[in-house]
């Protein structure tokens, strides 16, 4: 159970949500919630938009916590966009090139789930990825294959429809398997412009995912709270859990669902993965 | 909160205490308890005595759960005496050189516990570091401080009385800096014939400890359960935390005290700082 | 361009090849000959039997001159056959599952060399290795894709067979896709019995590849050297490059050859690619 | 032997200084010049001014060459002062808080040479670094307790009489212990202002140190060089080694001086250690 933190809005620099909230994410990888043992202490990544044609990516398996060149990285860049993932590994190696955000081109993507008995898939969604994306493929991780088998599908172009068909193919792999339930996943992808963020799980059980609440809305709640009176106009985030306990500021998103965040507003619409 | 475990007895493979047992040191990196979040995720150490005139010591900043070396060395060398130990950071940079062990000649220490406001002794501390020893420091916590300062006042021939003058020390020098409760402290130490272990803390709450019943009582306890049958004679664990719940396995060690463990004999003696 | 050492005779501690010579593994991570710039930085490994049903195996990215576990590993484990490994990168990530040896088994297998347009040919690679080996691929290299190519061809069963196979193999692959001299390759490998070694490539020009003369007629050469004196009888090297300038020590292995080596015998045989 | 490089100027990615020319100093990394085998692989750091108060600073232990982060943040972060640094080391273990540079409130400091002997002068350096200096030590090496010792003796008021006296402090020292030749060092300071920087060694055999000509003049040596055309006015370098081989783009600066570097102008000293 990973975590991940995406952030657009006016550019700010990173440590305003990774460090300086009451629950941030570095603090969550030490104590999360909603999770079995609260720990994220399988390596951090960052990717992030800062004008350039590129995004920047910085990855370590430096636990989050302890990683003093993440705190001044985080101190010193400023971006409009940035997409921040601790990892709790579930099998695959401990190393930079399993860790979140993975990068093609202008696209970033972080994933917080499981595909189900991954080690019986994951030859043939290594196959289904088209030959152009293989040469990106560094790493051993499910959540690298689900971001390959989107870009396969079309992300580029189209990236809700692209992100469905890419889930429709994995429940279909793993149904001819025989694992049921097999698809457990938060998504937060950019391309620069926009966040794109999927809640989805084959099973009843969910992984959470909150967004927050503009900030007018927010300041107008909190007209003492000097940190949100300061927060820039047009900004949202999208979490796995609240950076915060105050009421008002992140709400649930419904399973099932994406979100579509840009400065100008903010889009929720039904996902439904596709069979292809 | 660090966590350590040591062993004496007959040859055994390091796995057998470290990563074999339901509540094993590696298990305790992630979660263990009589602790605030459980987590000791700041470094490993272990030195062993495999017959050769030095120990050897491997240490590393990787997480114990992640670390794939370590599963490996545990599972290959064979060792008559070994500690063990996993951190919990206070502050100080997470590097080898601030893992325990730390060495010097013949012998090993691991420290559990802190020095209460050591920022404002540690100069002092290394100036009362006798010269001779004074190369042989290469970290920066007060851990290797109070195995340096024990060194000075004598561990080589002396070693508890050694241990308490280096404890008096301590306490006489933050007393003066006005600092109460200044020492917290589990110590396993060894000279590659005995373990040497102490409970002490100038407050009230201590560090736990506990040791092994000898092993003759804990096979009669449990005449079905293969692993304890299974353990070589006149072995002996010294543990911050019991690495099962078998009731009457493993014993507290009474605070202000200190072990001697060797193959003939468990000796319990009372430890008292001496003002120096 | 790596460079590697095989050992097997008597047990002895891996620190005598590794650290001990004049020209010794660890001295060429930093100033190897035959050889560009000389740098082998890139990561080091070892594979180990010492009786145990699986070999042991350590790999670790940190240079191997500057690492202190491998000195202190190398220094108490004692095995019968080793292979140890430094590495050059030649694209893929510097990472622990990119070290050299790789294991499956009772194997374990190095290389040093490459093959020609890898990120071309490496995705039919990974799809002709039999599915039953595939979980067991951890990193990205040429290397490590050799090896399983050549269990998938039979290596454990017919080890020269399948080392033949899949150099035909591959040479087959990178031919329709028109690299010339697609192969460049010194191969160690050993099942824990015997030691097989492979000098081949597709070009005249061929990665060098030493054996150890016999310990008698070693000794007989160097009455007065002690080092040499004390070797275990029926020991053997297998080395990318001389340990030391003792004329009559080291015999250059013909290209397009395979040793296979035992304590009773070393055998020389052709190396002839086959067509699958 | 380290290696350096000091910039000062326009806001410039510091890619264009340590990946782009034709020996950078990543190249530097592999294959430095004036250098026994031309390594410096045992850690990287950089500090840079970016208009926040404090500097930031990015310290690692991977080797120059392969470290992906870097190469990011390189390509990420805008500077008008930075000054990186790649670590040969002799001695002390390779460790973060061992790599230079070392940062104390608004300065950085970088060091190529040694202190000979060190060893045996390590404790007494380490005791006359002023105690509210002290917290600030984290690492062992002889270049963070030079930088000490200049802020112990006024660096922060008076930047060059402070570092003659710490250097002349050390020759004393070590004249004290019979050292010949104690001092061998090219520092590289800076305050966010200026840029510092010393050519002094006690012996004959002084470490190279070379300042860029003024932008205008190298733009009028090479009117086709579109990279030089490029360049910001009032831009300048300090570097151990020249980056490029143009004729009359780099100025050897002269031994026992010391340098003063502004947007403004470019002045030279003398530097004479004064006994203290």
Redesign the interface.
Known sequence: MCRWVAYLGSAIRPQELLYAPEHSLIRQS??SKFND???N??GFGMG?Y?G?PAP????????A??D??LR??C???ECEIFIAHIRA?TG??????NCNPFRYGRWIFVHNGFVAGY?RV??EM??AVD?KF??N????TDSELLFHLALTFGLESEPLPALERMSGFVEQLCTHYDTPEPLQMTLGLSDGEQIYAVRYASSREVNTLFVSESVESVRALYPENEHLQALPPHARAVVSEPLSQLPGVWTEVPTSTALVVSQLKLQSLPFRPQRV
């Open positions: 030490k104590t043992n609260g720990l202490g399988d992030w800062d350039l920047g990516v910085y990855r370590s398996t430096t636990p916590w302890s003093r060149n001044e990285i101190a010193h860049i590994g695959s190696p401990v190393q930079e090139t080690e994951r030859r290594l196959l030959p293989f040469a493929i560094e790493g051993t």
